[in-house]
């Protein structure tokens, strides 16, 4: 049996933990990590559970703070504080026995930060061609077409970025590779996808689906039978295949039939 740690707030200060079933505070420093590590060592089958830190985690479970904040107002823990949340967070982790949390690699994080680049970058291109629709003085026109020239310049230079990131990685130019035999997926859905969903070749069909966002959530109860909708997820992701779908089904007859069948 696991001893479960409840580790929150992993600030530049201090760890808050719930550990041998009471809160201790160590700081977020090579003395108190180092005596927090001594702690976890002196238990049998350590286990740590903590909520997505913004980039101070360690190997450890990451679980959605949704769903632990959902098990503290089942007990009626409606206060939060570092105290209550560890505690809970180690609670969760005992009952829920989530699972060890996997790091991406590092061309991963690269792809992610590329991508998320080029969004701004098309985004901003966006922005700029609505503002000549307004038909603009001369002046200004020529202002917005420059901006525009200079942002599609960059919007070039991240996406041969995203190209190299790719080929430097041997199992990145084969994922993408399979992902591109499909149809509607090119190179930058091919990105986000290797960039965003690391986890797409690992788990089953219905475990990737929920990932994404796009299982339907049943809404029943008793006689009622509710409108079936998608909720949650990774929003980018699920944009990125919304967009190649649109794509497969006008380039493709047979996916185009199937979306119709479902339509219908």
């Known amino acids: ?7 929150c707030d992993i600030g530049k200060g201090n760890l808050d933990v719930f550990l041998d079933g009471k809160h201790c505070r160590f700081g977020n420093d090579t003395d108190g990590i180092d005596a927090f590590v001594l702690r976890c060592k002196s238990l049998e089958n350590p286990s740590v559970i ?17 769903y632990v904040r959902n098990v503290a107002r089942s007990k009626k823990d409606l ?3 570092d105290k209550i949340d560890c505690k809970v967070l180690a609670e969760y982790g005992e009952k829920m026995e989530p699972q060890i949390y996997v790091p991406k690699p590092t061309h991963c994080f690269e792809l992610e930060d590329l991508s998320h680049r080029r969004d701004n970058l098309v985004d901003m291109i966006k922005e700029e061609k609505q503002r000549l629709e307004k038909e603009p003085s001369e002046a200004i026109r020529v202002s917005i077409c420059n901006v ?3 942002l599609e310049k960059e919007r070039e230079g991240i996406e041969i970025q995203l190209r190299e990131c790719i080929s430097r990685n041997e199992q990145a130019q084969q994922v993408s590779a399979v992902l591109q035999s499909e149809n509607g997926v090119g190179e ?11 986890e797409l070749g690992r788990l089953d069909n219905r475990q990737i689906v929920k990932l994404c966002g796009l299982a339907p959530m049943s809404r029943d109860s008793g006689t009622m039978r509710g409108y079936r909708s998608i909720r949650g997820g990774r929003a980018r992701v699920r944009k990125a295949l919304y967009m190649a779908s649109i794509s497969a089904i006008k380039s493709n007859e047979v996916l185009r039939e199937f979306y119709q069948r479902l339509r219908d």
């Not at 997505?52 to 703070?65: A, C, D, K, Q």
């Not at 930058?188 to 690391?198: E, S, V």
Request: overall charge negative; cysteine-free.
């Open 79 to 81: 206060a939060k504080t």
């Open 50 to 66: 903590l909520e997505p830190t913004g980039g101070y985690e360690i190997v450890v479970s990451i679980v959605n703070p949704y």
């Open 148 to 150: 525009v020239i200079f």
């Open 1 to 7: 049996m696991m001893n479960v740690i409840g580790l």
């Open 188 to 198: 930058q859905t091919a990105a986000i996808l290797i960039g965003m969903l690391p």
